[in-house]
C-alpha cells in the first residue's frame, strides 16, 4: 500500500521560504498524481498544489499562485512543494496526496479524487 512522507516543515518568518518533499518508499511517484493540501485551525482541507505526471500540468490556488511551485525530482522519487513569500496565512498543516493514474497529463484538484495521503507536517509563518 502507498505510504506517503512529508517533509521540510517548520517556523519561518514572515517572507522567508520552505521547501516541502513528499515521498512514496518503495514507489515510483511518477506513476501518481500527486496534490499538496493544508489545513489550519477551524478551516476545511484545501487544495494548494497538483501536478500532472508528466510534471508539466500544474495548478496553484490562487492564494499561493506566484509565490509556491510545486515540482518532481524524478531522479529522486519525491514531489517537492517550493513554498516562497511566505505570510502567516499560510500557517497550517501541509498534506501529499497521490493517485494512480494511467493519464500522463491530468492535475487532480479535489481531495477525494486522492486515495492516498500523507500523516502531514506543520508550518508556521510566525515573527
Known amino acids: 500500500q502507498l505510504q506517503l512522507v512529508e517533509s521540510g516543515g517548520g517556523l519561518v518568518q514572515p517572507g522567508g521560504s520552505l521547501r516541502l518533499s513528499c515521498a512514496a518508499p518503495?514507489?515510483?511517484?511518477?506513476?501518481?498524481?500527486v496534490g499538496w493540501f493544508r489545513q489550519a485551525p477551524g478551516k476545511k482541507r484545501e487544495l494548494v498544489s497538483c501536478?500532472?505526471?508528466?510534471?508539466?500540468?500544474?495548478e496553484y490556488s490562487d492564494s499561493v499562485k506566484g509565490r509556491f511551485t510545486i515540482s518532481r525530482s524524478n531522479g529522486e522519487n519525491l514531489v517537492y512543494l517550493q513554498m516562497s513569500s511566505l505570510k502567516p496565512e499560510d500557517t497550517a498543516v501541509y498534506y501529499c496526496?497521490?493517485?494512480?493514474?494511467?493519464?500522463?497529463?491530468?492535475?487532480?484538484?479535489?481531495?477525494?479524487?486522492?486515495?492516498?495521503w500523507g500523516r502531514g507536517t506543520q508550518v508556521t509563518v510566525s515573527s
Open positions: 496526496a497521490a493517485d494512480p493514474s494511467v493519464i500522463l497529463t491530468m492535475c487532480l484538484i479535489e481531495s477525494r479524487e486522492y486515495a492516498s
Open positions: 518503495g514507489f515510483n511517484l511518477d506513476n501518481y498524481n
Open positions: 501536478i500532472s505526471r508528466n510534471g508539466r500540468n500544474t
